[in-house]
């Protein structure tokens, strides 16, 4: 079965730099939410997207931004780039957001952002 | 302050042994609780998802169980295998909405 598709794997950028992260979401799946998960850290949650809007905002700092596109793939972009961004991204999608928000997330294997 | 808090923070069994993974929120207001694994550098796969009206859910050898008055859950694992070796982190989704408390996450190591 198709599952996230997040590109790219890897991804090597200098501090002041911008990165983009694309992320396809499951055939049909319209809700999308970015995570960042630093060195031995927790993942947190960044923002979500749903039907093509921005449905809820985490601790995504102001230099990020990101959106929904119409085919339903997201991408996240970061700008000044500062060596704590260094970490693991991970994408997930879900069809819908269900009754009480109990819907099935399906998570990317992730983008390992790396900034010197 | 909406916090997750799981126990132990490590686990080392034997291959074939039982073993439960807690998990303890003060989240409000619930929504749900999941349990994910999670490889070294892969994304989290879900295991479990439990509303507030569940108290036990099954995934083959995992099985999850949720008390909502005393806000903990756990996750059982039976019969481990090699491939268990995971981190296994407990989430709670908060407000109806699309926004999760992570908890810090059990690290599972199975020895053959």
């Known amino acids: 079965a198709a599952g996230v598709i997040q590109s790219p794997r890897h991804l090597i950028k200098e501090k002041r730099e911008t990165a983009t992260l694309k992320c396809y979401p499951i055939?049909?799946?319209?809700?999308v939410y970015w995570y960042q998960q630093g060195p031995g850290q927790d993942p947190q949650f960044l923002i979500s997207?749903?039907?093509?809007?921005?449905?809820d905002k985490g601790s995504i700092p102001d230099r990020f931004s990101a959106q929904q596109f119409s085919d339903y793939h997201s991408e996240l972009n970061m700008s000044s780039l500062e060596l704590g961004d260094s970490a693991l991204y991970f994408c997930?999608?879900?069809?819908?957001?269900?009754?009480?928000?109990?819907?099935?997330?399906?998570f990317g294997p992730g983008t390992r952002l790396t900034v010197t | 302050k909406n916090q997750v808090e799981q126990s132990p923070q490590s686990l080392i069994i034997l291959e074939g042994k039982n073993c439960t993974l807690q998990?303890?929120?003060?989240?409000?207001?619930?929504?749900?609780l999941r349990w994910y694994k999670q490889d070294t550098g892969r994304g989290p796969v879900s295991l479990t998802i439990?509303?507030?009206?569940?108290n036990t859910k099954s995934n083959g050898r995992y099985t999850a169980t949720l008390d909502a008055d005393t806000k903990q859950s756990s996750l059982h694992i039976t019969a481990s295998q090699l491939s268990d070796s995971a981190s296994y982190i407990c989430?709670?989704?908060?407000?109806?909405?699309?926004?999760?408390?992570f908890g810090p996450g059990t690290r599972l190591s199975v020895l053959p």
């Open positions: 997930a999608s879900s069809l819908g957001r269900g009754a009480k928000g109990s819907y099935e997330q399906y």
């Open positions: 055939p049909r799946h319209d809700t």
């Open positions: 997207f749903y039907e093509k809007m921005q449905s």
């Open positions: 998990c303890n929120y003060t989240v409000s207001p619930f929504s749900n």
């Open positions: 439990m509303t507030f009206s569940e």
């Open positions: 989430v709670v989704s908060v407000n109806y909405g699309q926004n999760f408390v």
